[in-house]
Nanobody
Framework: VQLVESGGGLAQPGGSLRLSCAAS????????MGWFRQAPGKEREFVAA????????DYADSVKGRSTISIDNAKNTLTLQINNLKPEDTALYYC??????????????????WGQGTQVTVSS
C-alpha cells in the first residue's frame, strides 16, 4: 500500500487549497479514505472521510461547509478542497486508508495506512 499526498503549501487566509492523495497497492474503491491533520504540539485530528466508492462524505465541524472530499476511482485519487482557509488550518495533512473494507471510519484508530503528509500553512 502506498499513499502519496501533494498540493500543500502556503496560502493566505480566505484562500483555497486542493490536496491530493495518490493511492496504490490495494482495491481503492473498497475502502473508506480519510484526511487527518496534525498541528505542532497537538494531536492528530480527523478532517474528512469518504466511504468506499465515494458514497458518503463526513467532515469535522472545523471544516464543514468550506471543504469537499472526493475520490476519482479511475485514477485511485483522493482529494480534499478547503476554501476560506483560516490560520488554524495550518497543519501537516495526512491521507489514510481504513483498515477494514466496506466499513465507515471516522477515528484514526480505524485506519492502518498513512501517507507521509503534506504541509499546509495559512498565513498573511
Amino acid at each position: 500500500v502506498q499513499l502519496v499526498e501533494s498540493g500543500g503549501g502556503l496560502a493566505q487566509p480566505g484562500g483555497s487549497l486542493r490536496l491530493s492523495c495518490a493511492a496504490s497497492g490495494f482495491t481503492f474503491n473498497a475502502y473508506t479514505m480519510g484526511w487527518f491533520r496534525q498541528a505542532p504540539g497537538k494531536e492528530r485530528e480527523f478532517v474528512a472521510a469518504i466511504t468506499w466508492g465515494g458514497g458518503r462524505p463526513d467532515y469535522a465541524d472545523s471544516v464543514k461547509g468550506r471543504s469537499t472530499i472526493s475520490i476519482d476511482n479511475a485514477k485511485n485519487t483522493l482529494t480534499l478542497q478547503i476554501n476560506n482557509l483560516k490560520p488554524e488550518d495550518t497543519a501537516l495533512y495526512y491521507c489514510a486508508k481504513a483498515s477494514q473494507p466496506f466499513q465507515p471510519a471516522l477515528s484514526a484508530s480505524q485506519y492502518n495506512y498513512w501517507g507521509q503528509g503534506t504541509q499546509v500553512t495559512v498565513s498573511s
